[in-house]
């Protein structure tokens, strides 16, 4: 009895602690999840508790000394409530822009942001902290000496272990998020941007060049390529477009496969070197105007490569690929068009969320045509074919935002290009499998799909015949880079004209 006597008051404080945090911040990165059924909630709800266990740990670790609890917590809980509060209220996740952002924000923008709800979220959190710290001051004991310690290392323990079973099981969750996020923010890039030779010159200045990068997009589920469901109902009635069924690659990661396709690295490239060059840099040197808008979440691994281009748009930046709430790919197009009216010479970047997973969220609901579709985000409790409707619909999304800019392009009668390729595929239930980011033939095989004008075709039909004829060519990603210097027809830069497209070979 004696024992329970001793600790009861710790024991209270942190349960009021856990109860509070989690509340505040844990579970609000659960919210936007769509579930079904009492046996996803349980899941779910069991990964919310070892989430919140894991971070007991940490504020118990912080609650041992008073002079470190009175002058940390406050701070981190009242910084971590407002992502919560961001994150409960708009699904905003916390990301490296994010955190740019706030340091970016001018005094002004600051004082403007103390409206009345504001004020009154102030003095809600200063009340629920002074709850906190009235039941802090009734511990009288050395917590060190306490068996919650053991407890507390466990629970540090457990998000080593969790990670280390799935990556990023809690990193991309808060409270672990926000520190990630401004680790990030302070980090050095990935990559080193190798500068461009002045004695670099094209011979090619008169074609527009759009470039729609995909996400998770396979080659064998577009009608196209003869997939048996009308997943190209647009564009196989379109003349001028060729879709290509063999393109490879190993890197079935976007951080991996976005670098690799900007740059002249390699899929074959054994170590993989930080010092590359940008396609962008080389299309700036030669006078092109580079324009990149993005509506999937930037990198470090490829942020200096966006960065290299002259004009730079990012939609919905505050809301990364894991928002349930993210903005649909059409949203580029607004910014695309105003772009394309602009001037001759361009090569305009959509950076498109795409087909990647959680699907009912990348689509408007005109184009849910395959049903049953996906109603929990937790796969085990779906039906393969449930999801397999949904990553078709993406894909019937994807045909008509392609149609569409296919369209604007057409309406400016230049010579001009629309090449669309996605980063690389997507595993739909082989070996068992789903998504991608693992090993499996399956996602290996990105989908990639060319337009021409008719223009472009009156002024270089030797090119138009290559891309027919390479149609059924087995190429791995490597083309990419090394096709669009040699449709410039660059000059005094090195690069390999045998893995171009646009080139009988
Ligand atoms: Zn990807």
Redesign the pocket.
Known sequence: MNFFKKYKQQFYFHILLNVIVGFFITLSSYYHIPLSGFKDYSIYFIHFLLLQFSFFGILYFISVNKYVFYSLFPLLFTILSFFGFYKYTLDLSITKSMVESIFQTSLLVTVELITLPFVGFILFIGLVLFLIFKQYRKIKINQLKSPLTLLAILGVATYFFVENYRYNTFKSRLPYVAFNSFIEFFQEDDIHLLPIDTKVTSDVNDVNFVFILG??VRADHIQLNGYSRNTSPKLSQRANIISYPNIYTSLT??VA?VKQLLTNQSIDDVVKSNNVFSLFSVLNAVNYKTSWIGNSTIVKSYAPIIRSNQNVQLIDKFRSIMSFNKALDEKMLQPFDSILKTKKNQFITLHMVGS?WWYENRYSSEFRKFTPVIDSKHIPSLAPQQIINSYDNTLLYLDNFIDTVISSVEKTHTKSIVMYVS??GEILGEEGKWL?AQESEASKNPAMIVWYSDEFKSSYPELVLALEDNKNKQFSTDFFYHSILDLFRVQNFEYDKNKSVFRKN
Do not use: G, R, V
């Open positions: 996400e998770s990661y976007t496969s990647h980063d690389h991608h």
